[in-house]
């Protein structure tokens, strides 16, 4: 059986110490870090996950702004706001929430932050900085798995490392965080040739699909790690993720949970992205 990786438990740690350092910067600096958090539209899903984000970013002393707009909001109104937010010096981190109306064009909103407030880790400006392994925003949802590799003691140097989707938000910017930590990485995606293969040779597996199951426990290396980043509701209402999970536990030294793995790490790593945010303005201005 493997080691079950506990993103919960790993996120409550993470958390406490970034409460610790919002602590600190209270303390010496007298500011505490601040999130705006733009919301278009009434989606409900939307909605509950700004509403976790504001209590998370309080339960580390971080302060939150949330804009609540309509779905009839123009692009031209949406810019605005979000250039008045880049200039005001109590956020330090912006966050749009995708998906955006069909009217508005994501890609200009996301290009409008501010890189120096891009705690999404979205903007071109970060994208590039993690291509050439410079300091700057990863995206969260990677940067969670990342971070539960290190809590798991997932050695990376010289491993073969298999990436499963290719997508600009988690697929492609973990392959290159794991490449970052001289893991030999191949990314997989829809036109692979032979996945199971390619699944086999994995010491450490990283799965981004969004299709329950896709991926078969019997493929898996034995004491393979594996990070199912998936997450599919069943017909029954239950959330899996994209790793058939029984067997692959059987093969696996260590696995995430779904609901209970990454999902947890995500906001956690908002957070840790807010405190950089405001560090690095303290840095700027100095
Ligand atoms: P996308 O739909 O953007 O990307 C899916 C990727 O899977 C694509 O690269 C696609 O390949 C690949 N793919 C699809 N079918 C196959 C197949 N049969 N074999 C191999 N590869 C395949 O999804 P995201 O990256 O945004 O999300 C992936 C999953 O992760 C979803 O379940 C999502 O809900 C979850 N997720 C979870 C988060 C969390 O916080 N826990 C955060 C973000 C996402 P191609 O490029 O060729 O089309």
Known sequence: MAAIIDGKAVAREVQKKIKEEVDGLERRWGMAPGLAV??????????????????????????????????????KELLALVHSLNKDKDVHGILVQL???????????????SPFKDVDGFHPVSQGMLVIGADGF???????VMKLLEAAGCAL???????????????????????????????CHSR???????????????????????????????GAVVIDVGVNRLPNGKLTGDVEFETANERASAITPVPGGVGPMTICMLLYNTLKAAKDSIQRER
């Not at 069909?102 to 409008?112: K, V």
């Not at 990863?138 to 969670?144: D, H, I, N, S």
């Open 138 to 144: 990863r995206p969260c949802t990677p940067l969670g």
């Open 192 to 222: 692979t040739a032979s996945l199971r293969d390619e699944v086999a040779r994995a010491d450490v597996l990283v799965v981004a699909i969004g299709k329950a199951g896709l991926v078969r426990g019997d493929w898996i290396k034995p």
């Open 99 to 113: 998906p955006l109306p069909a009217h508005i064009r994501s890609e200009r909103i996301l290009q409008a932050v």
């Open 38 to 75: 733009v919301l278009v539209g009434d989606d409900p899903g939307s909605h509950i996950y700004v509403k976790n984000k504001e209590k998370a970013c309080k339960e580390v002393g971080i302060k939150s702004f949330e804009h609540f707009l309509p779905a009839t909001v123009s692009e």
């Open 157 to 187: 140097k010289g491993k073969n490392a298999v990436v499963v989707g290719r997508s600009n938000i988690v697929g492609k910017p973990v392959a290159l965080m794991l490449l970052e930590k001289h893991a030999t990485v191949t990314i």
